[in-house]
């Protein structure tokens, strides 16, 4: 997949831990586990996703995979000390 309308968002319990789904599908193949940990969302944005677009703290690519294969892609916060950006290599 090379692009996609992709929906954010944020979860209530976890701040900085977001949820990346198909605007098309939503929740349809989110586990309610997962839902239910998130403590209630709220959407963040929505945004049309290419392989090539800069992401904040995910690779933009793998993000898309994770939606395709899995149906969602959950962002958490960074470990303390870790870096917020995504490297260029």
Do not use: W
């Amino acid at each position: 997949m090379s692009r996609m309308i992709c929906a954010v968002f944020r979860s209530r319990r976890n701040p900085d831990t977001y949820l990346f789904v198909d605007h098309q599908e939503g929740f349809a193949r989110v586990p309610e586990a997962l839902l239910l940990q998130l403590g209630g969302t709220e959407r963040a944005m929505t945004f049309a996703l290419t392989p090539e677009r800069k992401l904040a703290r995910s690779d933009a690519a793998d993000v898309l995979r994770a939606i395709e294969h899995n149906g969602f892609y959950l962002q958490l916060p960074p470990h303390p000390g870790a870096s917020d950006r995504v490297e260029d290599t």
